[in-house]
């Protein structure tokens, strides 16, 4: 009987466990978390008495592995976003000093308010070309159901035709959809830096998806009655497979003689055959070795968790396997259950807070973006989140941000995502013989669905290789 180990119990090591029950039935597969639950990237915690999500919020639920575990371990989308109460229900565009424009929550970014500042045709290019980004992503799906398995990160953009928005700005492939400059700095940009704390300079790829699975194409986002992660948690336990929590994974060794990682695949012409994949065995079995010494053997080895902050070494025939670099963008996430002042956001009496405040880039604001997340039954008041890149919000800003402030958290992701600059390489889907790599594909959008696809392919690799 094959066994493979999963190093990493997020999205992609949930879903490539997923296929590999599948395609796999008799192997045995082992997931390792240094965490003590599954979930990875998305985390609730409980504060002021209600539970708040401080990782992934919203999920794409008609995204067809995602729909899958949801399926699987019979849950159902809860609610189209964070509880907001009904007076809250607008949206603001912080400048620094004054709120620039204010709109609607939905329908999106065809409302009156964004027309009456930049006119009817910004919001509509800017849907046009999330749509169309959207369906040629979507198109993984059927290529996956066929069978098809990619080597990198590269080959597999390339067959969507996506490869391209991976290389520019977001801010370029706007204007080159004929969106406003003005609407994408002071609308769109101040969006991305909600989503990815980074600005419309990010890849057009994570842009235009990022947007596209905040709801703002059509589709929506949901989030999930029992927190986002439990998603992840049932679907382990539904599939069988022996979860090792609170285990760090110091190595994974393979001790195959030095392989050379497949280059990036060159573009394909249109029409042209796709080669098969021909998955490297390895000539013996990986090791993996955890923090307190332990030494397991298996047949194949996935890593599902980025390699910049997964704190473990990979080595082939005893040379360390190196992947190109990426830095990665620290989240600071501050939640408050209290009262934003009206004197500072310049509130007339009476008048409502925005529910989702996006702060253009300001060196007079100190938040990127803040929004309610929920409600405090304890103190009777919504709870806000504030999110911050690199530094932790200080109290003398929540001070200046908060008329009351009954209770006040912070929470750090030291590593919540990569610097999605245009340009940025994507480590391979195998590592070295036997070692497969589910990360590499973040360098061009972090989101779990993005994770669910990267782990779908890796688990085909592996069940390729055996
Ligand atoms: C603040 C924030 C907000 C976000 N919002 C959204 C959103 O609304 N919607 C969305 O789709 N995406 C969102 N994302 C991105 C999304 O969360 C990630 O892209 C996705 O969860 C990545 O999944 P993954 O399985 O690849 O990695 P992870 O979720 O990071 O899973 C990796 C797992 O590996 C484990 N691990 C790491 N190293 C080791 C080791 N050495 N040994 C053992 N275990 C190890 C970790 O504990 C973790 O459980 C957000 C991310 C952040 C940080």
Known sequence: MSSIAIVGAGA?????????????????????DREPTAGGRTRRIEFAGAPVEVGATVLPAASPHLKALLDLTRTKPAKSVPATDAKHESVGFWDGAAFAVTAKASPGLVNAGFVRHYGPTSGLRTVAALRQTASRWAKIYGLQKAGRLFLT??????????????????RHAMGRAGVK???????LA??????????????AFAGELGLAAAGLAGATPVALEGGNGTLFAQALAALGVELVAETRVTRIEAADPAYRPPAPAPPRRRGAREEAVAVPPPSGRIAVVTKDGERRDF???????????ADLKVSAARRLVRTPPRQFQEVHVTLVAGTPSAGYFGLAPGQAMPA???AASSPRTPFWSLGVAGRSPEFGCPIWKLLTASRPLSDASLRRLFDERHAVTRFVWKGAYPVLDPGTEGAPFVLAPGVYYANGLEAAASTAEVATVAGYNVAGLVARQL
Do not use: C, K, W
């Not at 992609?12 to 390792?32: E, I, K, N, Q, S």
């Not at 909600?194 to 890849?203: E, G, P, V």
């Open 181 to 187: 400059g003005g609407f994408v700095d002071e609308i």
């Open 299 to 309: 047949d194949a080895v996935v890593l599902a968790a980025p390699l910049e902050t």
């Open 356 to 358: 989702h405040v996006f």
């Open 153 to 170: 990160p590269a080959a597999l953009l390339d067959a969507l035709g996506l490869a391209d928005l991976t290389g520019m700005s977001f």
């Open 190 to 203: 101040a969006i991305t830096r909600h989503l990815y704390t980074q600005d419309a300079r990010l890849n």
């Open 12 to 32: 992609a090591g949930t879903m490539a466990a997923y296929r590999l029950r599948r395609d796999l039935p008799g192997a045995d597969v082992t997931v390792f």
